[in-house]
């Protein structure tokens, strides 16, 4: 199983990309893991009418890594109570052939007590056009510039998320496996009928 963990904060070097890092290098089960940070990536905003697909090599390479995971994960700060645009443009931009009936696990991140927005933004109308599938299971990682800092924990509190980010990578480890019955089974027709029912209603 490959995963994919896509960071939306708008600056360099963040505390969200921070938290990816360390996601990204403790995968757990998943045999292959890849990081995306979007602020490093000068992706065209979209616009509904641009040929990304064959326009952008930025767009192409990113396309590819979505393309090729069997779970994502993307992560957001808490900007005004809203999720962070790049991820928006992202999942705007992306093909359903390449994000069907994939799980997504969502991450909320905030340097206080906040996060909790982001992940009921994208749950509730971020993923309609794309079909992947949120996962039950979610994070906010609270307070995020005091923890994931050294390479063990420093408190209770850091401690708690680390274990609570390893249970969280195991189950969508377990969902990932599970939808790929359901994505490798498609017939062409149900490939054909999935592209006229493309969007939610």
């Not at 509190?157 to 790929?180: E, G, K, P, T, V």
Request: hydrophobic letters at 40%; charged letters at 20%.
């Amino acid at each position: 199983m490959k995963l994919l963990v896509i960071s939306g904060s708008h600056r360099k070097n963040s505390q969200t990309a921070k938290a990816a890092k360390y996601i990204n290098n403790n995968k757990n089960a998943f045999k292959q893991s890849r990081h995306i940070d979007l602020c490093e990536l000068d992706l065209p905003f979209w616009d509904a009418l641009s040929d990304y697909k064959n326009s952008s090599p930025v767009w192409q390479a990113a396309a590819a890594q979505i393309k090729e995971a069997d779970a994502l994960i993307l992560m957001t700060p808490e900007w005004a109570g809203t999720a962070s645009p790049l991820i928006k443009n992202l999942l705007l931009m992306s093909d359903l052939a390449d994000t069907a009936h994939k799980p997504v696990m969502l991450v909320g991140t905030s340097s206080g007590i906040s996060g909790t927005y982001p992940v009921a933004e994208l749950r509730m109308n971020a993923l309609k056009n794309t079909k992947l599938i949120p996962v039950p299971d979610y994070l906010i990682v609270r307070y995020i510039d005091q923890v994931l800092n050294e390479q063990q924990a420093v408190d209770q509190h850091d401690q708690n998320l680390r274990d609570r980010i390893s249970y969280c990578l195991d189950m969508l480890n377990n969902y990932a496996q599970a939808m790929l019955a359901v994505r490798t089974q498609f017939n062409e027709q149900e490939k054909q009928l999935q592209q006229k029912y493309a969007y939610g209603m």
